[in-house]
């Protein structure tokens, strides 16, 4: 008798694109599945998502959902996101990144989404490395790690992407690691409900690369260190987080408040514009 076998998350998968591009022990497939499970959970459906991503191992996300989408180029998935956002705002309009993509080469786009509280939530894979190019030092590498391009250590200190974003005026911000897929789950859940920008950073093994080239032998050797070196804190600022390879990388929800999103404030200048009160 044959038997068949279905993943209970099929219906959301691109099947005919398996197997994907990521290394095995990658980090990105658990992350994706704290995200379906959060679409799942909501009852979301997947015609009113879009995903839209940049160049990397992360930006392939989108290519391996059932979902309408994007691959843009490098850096550029924010901008062209919002335009999706404001040609029909109905959409839930999700970007996929990894650290490059999102804080290096996009890193502008970044921070006036933020600024602007742009109707959009931003799932940031960081696996401190560009993965996809072979392990170039990355904005987000930590100063304790080396890469192919920074053999002796990187040159300057790594960017803590919350506070990045929480200075810029993000609305919501959060950091989880693929240690903690249910914790992630729920807080995409929480992004996806959010007015306005939400930001998740998810610290990730890149165990082919990072992983090689500082000493981990195994996959599971750099998750159990990504496990320990993440700390979850409770009611912490943002700017209280640390994000220290030796000592801790604060994990948790950091910021979570409402204000105008980007779409109501260009209402009100419409209305404006038209004469009409506010
Ligand atoms: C304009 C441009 N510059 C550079 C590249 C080469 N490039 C492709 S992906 C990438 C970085 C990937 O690193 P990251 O965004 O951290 O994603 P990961 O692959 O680690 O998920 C770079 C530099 C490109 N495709 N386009």
């Not at 095995?24 to 991503?53: H, N, R, Y």
């Not at 391996?64 to 040609?87: E, M, S, T």
């Not at 919501?172 to 240690?179: E, H, L």
Request: with cysteine; net charge positive; glycine share 10%.
């Amino acid at each position: 008798m044959e038997i068949t076998v279905q993943h209970p998350l099929e219906r959301y998968i691109r099947s005919e694109k398996m197997p994907t591009t990521w290394c095995p022990g990658c980090g990105i497939g658990t992350v994706v599945q704290s995200f379906l499970k959060a679409i799942d959970e909501l009852g979301l459906d997947p015609k009113d998502l879009v995903m839209i991503s940049g160049i990397g191992c992360t930006g392939r996300v989108p290519h391996y959902l059932k979902f309408d989408g994007a691959h843009v180029l490098h850096g550029r998935a924010i901008p062209v996101a919002l335009g999706v956002k404001l040609a029909n705002p109905k959409l839930k309009v999700v970007v996929w990144g990894g650290d490059g993509d999102i804080a290096s080469i996009g890193g502008n786009h970044l921070i006036h989404a933020a600024r602007r509280n742009a109707d959009l939530t931003v799932i940031m894979i960081n696996n401190f490395i560009y993965g996809l190019t072979g392990g170039q030092v990355a904005p987000t590498t930590p100063k304790e790690t080396v890469t192919y391009t920074s053999p002796y250590n990187p040159d300057s200190k790594p960017f803590d992407v919350i506070k990045l974003v929480a200075a810029a005026g993000a609305t919501y911000v959060a950091r989880w690691s693929t240690a903690y897929p249910v914790l992630l789950k729920e807080s995409i859940k929480k992004a996806l409900n959010h007015r306005g920008f939400s930001f998740i950073e998810v610290i990730s093994q890149c165990p082919e690369i990072f992983g090689r080239i500082n000493g981990f032998k195994e996959p599971y050797d750099l998750y159990l260190k990504i496990k320990k070196v993440g700390q979850i804190r409770r009611g912490i600022s943002p700017f209280e987080a640390k994000y220290d390879w030796n000592e801790e990388i604060s994990l948790g929800e950091f910021v979570n408040r409402e204000e105008p999103t980007y779409l109501e404030q260009l209402e009100e200048i419409k209305k404006k514009a038209r004469g009409e009160k506010a």
